[in-house]
């Protein structure tokens, strides 16, 4: 067999690992306020529906619906994803009706679950194409997948983090795109905060992405003018908002870019934490909670970032080089771009009962983009890179594999001193302590996709669960999983098995340096 392509084919089933189906094998049902769930709420809306009532989404469990003015039940969490996501689920919705009768697996929800992955692609290729030509490129996507961002597209890909990755992405690729043309480019001018405006969308308390363009112009020494000050940025900016305001108006019933004012003011944790935080009288205390908390952030064995997402990490290290180099208001504005980021770990004091620090993950584009373009490696930190991004994919491999490696189902006392669900102030060594489980290595086969093939290779032979139990005594789990992936189609696993392929291929292609 030729060499690249059994490269190609190895790490396509390594990414099959990574591919899990917890979330995939099963439709999200009516019912619940989960996120997971709830983001779905706006493509079935949108695409299916064609309203903005929720009624039938939330099929009467009203828990966390943000009810509007005429008494209309809403999801509190953002629908920019959602839109994102409808274009890809208009066309399958087509297909779906011509082929329910085909398969016993909803085309709409299979889609669904691929698009965070085609999007990280999509990013992927685009972070790259505005960073220096050089041989090493290609571990950007390396880094990109030791994040923990990839997290949410491969497990958990209903949530928004793989969309405001995306998002982000976007709005430095059209940044770099417009400082490095020679004469001005007046559609992307006005097409940069009209964009920022609907990635907005996709989370409220992403304001700093406003930064983004601000933070490239300035690294390239050019004048703010040139960009800020043309009458087509100025229009950008006012059909954005515009948009934006319409958008509440049409689902929320008000006229405003503050998510604070679907959420609770009565009884909420964050809304206490936050007062805390504002009131001068605490001022000492809050300064040392933050410096507390900060290190947690850092070196915490819950998900520091310095273990976990070594790309987060160098955050530190860019604005450390920016202040050495004497480029104190880039230093400033990147100051702010970070602190932005870093305001809802502050006040919520969890990574967000999830896989990491997943509020953070919107740093990656821009810390790519400053560290490669601004000439910050060194060997130093491209070995620190290699190695923690190495390890940041097995973390993300082995988490959940055992309990060790698993957040609580209750709640307990995180790293940050407060009593949260989903935690685990002990990841990484528990993590460490899964590498050696036996277990921990058939959970992650039997939960990817990579098992779905074993599966129904066996089943094309033998009976697999059969085959299976005399070698290991598979648990009730492990029972259903194969009895799931026996009935999953192979025409779908064919289908996410090319996109992963097209996807590896572009690892072995030779650019031109």
């Known amino acids: 067999m030729n060499s690249k392509i059994f490269k190609i084919f190895i790490l396509t089933f390594i990414l099959l690992l990574f591919m899990k189906v917890d979330y995939r094998l ?73 082929i329910k009768d085909l398969s016993t697996y909803k085309l709409n929800y299979f889609i669904y679950s691929l698009i965070p992955i085609f999007l990280i692609y999509l990013s992927g290729n685009m972070i790259i194409s505005i960073l220096p030509k050089r041989k090493e490129n290609k571990l950007i996507w390396l880094y990109i997948l030791g994040s923990g961002v990839t997290y949410f597209a491969f497990e958990r890909f209903s949530m928004s983090i793989a969309y405001e990755f995306f998002s982000f992405t976007v709005i430095c690729y059209i940044s770099s795109k417009l400082v490095s043309s020679n004469s001005s480019n007046l559609k992307l001018i006005f097409l940069l905060p ?19 363009p601000i933070i490239i112009v300035l690294s390239k020494g050019i004048n703010l003018k040139k960009i800020f000050l043309r009458k087509e940025f100025f229009f950008g900016n006012l059909f954005g908002i515009g948009l934006f305001l319409i958008h ?9 870019i503050f998510q604070a004012s679907i959420y609770p003011k009565d009884g909420w944790v964050v809304y206490e934490r936050l007062e805390s935080y504002l009131d001068l009288s605490n001022f000492g205390v809050s300064i040392w909670t933050i410096f507390v908390d900060f290190f947690t952030i850092l070196f915490s064995q819950e998900f520091g970032v310095f273990y976990f997402s070594p790309i987060v990490f160098l955050s530190i290290y860019i604005f450390w080089k920016l202040i ?52 910050m490696v060194n060997k130093f930190i491209l070995n620190y890179l290699f190695i923690f991004s190495i390890f940041g994919c097995f973390s993300q491999l082995f988490f959940e594999s055992t309990t060790y ?16 669900p989903y935690s685990n102030p002990e990841y990484l060594s528990g993590l460490l302590k899964s590498l050696l489980q036996l277990d921990a290595y058939l959970k992650i086969l039997f939960t990817s996709f990579f098992g779905i093939f074993v599966v129904k290779v066996l089943g094309l032979f033998t009976d697999p669960l059969d085959f299976i139990s005399l070698i290991y005594a598979p648990d009730e789990k492990i029972t259903q999983y194969i009895n799931d992936y026996l009935a999953f189609d192979w025409t779908y696993f ?20």
């Open 26 to 98: 099963k439709e999200v049902g009516p019912g619940g306020s989960q996120d997971d769930s709830v983001y779905y709420y706006h493509v079935q809306s949108i695409v299916i529906d064609n309203d903005f009532d929720y009624s039938n989404q939330f099929d009467g469990n009203y828990e966390d619906a943000y009810f509007t003015s005429s008494g209309r039940p809403v999801p509190r969490q953002s629908i920019g994803s959602g839109l994102i996501a409808s274009p890809f689920i208009f066309v399958s919705n087509f297909f779906e009706g011509i």
């Open 194 to 212: 009209l964009l920022q405006f609907f990635f907005l969308t996709i989370r409220w308390n992403n304001y700093h992405i406003f930064l983004i």
């Open 248 to 256: 509440t108006f049409i689902v929320y019933e008000i006229i405003t």
């Open 324 to 375: 050495s180099s004497k480029r104190y208001l880039l230093s400033f504005i990147i100051f702010t771009y970070y602190s932005i980021s870093l305001t809802p770990v502050f006040i919520f004091a969890s990574h967000a009962g999830s896989y990491g620090f997943r509020y953070l993950y919107s740093l990656i584009p821009l810390n790519l983009y400053l560290l490669f373009n601004l000439k």
């Open 405 to 420: 490696a698993s957040l609580s189902e209750g709640t307990i006392v995180n790293s940050f001193g407060v009593m949260n």
């Open 494 to 513: 064919i289908f996410v098995f090319l996109l992963i392929v097209l996807f590896c291929q572009k690892f072995f292609v030779k650019d031109k340096i």
